[in-house]
């Protein structure tokens, strides 16, 4: 018989997704309280998606607290929170309790990188980036390459036809890569960023000068402006090291590195 589908398995989900939550679990409860010792619950920046620490009042507050946290974007937000609540001060309840809640982030103010491709050199950059604390997304049509890299923690491998799909869901603090079969495969992609209008803090596609020459020349025939159509990485990586797919991962997860850094001191 299958187990139940609760708050254990929602949290794996979250988890997986890459979805920013928060974990609040009541540590203690002492006088009259709305939810015992252990109660728990998960938050998106949506609201309650798992669970609950008691409803109404107490549950209202914490739910709002969790979204403060995950609405912080600016790199220091804390990972983990200790709070204490009087039910009659803090809340505003006629109860005469108090409460201690620990929230926990998770996916929160992780470095998100998205590889469009699973080929030799993305399998590369997906390797090297795993020796370092972010998420991975790895895209690609085809499951034999993606069967090829190995699964790890805080990699989700994506599985399908459509590559420009995807866009929608990334998350606009995610810095993307197309390193897709070729020209033919990363160009639609490239296109559908720009239509929606996405502005990622980096945006790369695998190729030489020669290459982006040809997509500007490609996106402003379809209508997008010079500047738009000019707004991403080609080359990518540092100018070191030689074309084998190892070093030029080096040299890609070097640059990203530096891109971030740079990004995180400006934000």
């Known amino acids: ?27 203690e409860a002492v006088g009259s309280t709305p939810q015992d010792t252990g109660s728990k ?17 107490v549950e209202h507050k914490a739910i709002e607290h969790a979204k403060n946290m995950l609405a912080d974007t600016s790199g220091q937000a804390p990972v983990h929170q200790l709070v204490e609540w009087n039910l009659q001060r803090d809340v505003g309840m006629t109860c005469g309790g108090v409460v201690k809640l620990f929230f926990e982030t998770y996916n929160h103010s992780d470095w998100q990188v998205v590889i469009f491709g699973a080929g030799h050199v993305a399998a590369a950059v997906t390797n090297c980036l795993g020796q370092i604390n972010c998420h991975i997304r790895c895209i690609d049509s085809r499951s034999q390459w993606l069967s090829k890299i190995p699964d790890r923690e805080r990699l989700t491998k994506i599985h399908t036809d459509d590559l420009p799909a995807q866009v929608a869901a990334l998350p606009s603090d995610a810095f993307v890569l197309c390193i897709t079969m070729g020209h033919g495969t990363d160009r639609p992609v490239l296109s559908e960023i720009l239509r929606q209008g996405r502005k990622f803090p980096y945006l790369g596609v695998i190729g030489s000068r020669a290459k982006r ?7 402003m025939a379809e209508g997008f402006s010079r500047e738009q159509a000019e707004a991403f990485h080609c080359p990518i990586g540092l100018p070191l090291g030689t074309n084998e797919p190892g070093e030029i991962a080096i040299s ?6 530096q891109e971030r850094d740079k990004w995180r001191t400006n934000k």
């Open 1 to 27: 018989m299958a187990a139940p589908h609760g708050f254990v398995e929602r949290l794996a989900e979250l988890a997986r997704s890459g979805v920013p939550f928060v974990s609040v679990t009541m540590v």
């Open 41 to 57: 619950m998960l938050v998106t920046s949506e609201g309650l998606s798992s669970g609950t620490v008691g409803g109404g009042k």
């Open 213 to 219: 020459g040809v997509l500007v020349r490609e996106l």
């Open 252 to 257: 890609v997860v070097a640059q990203l590195i």
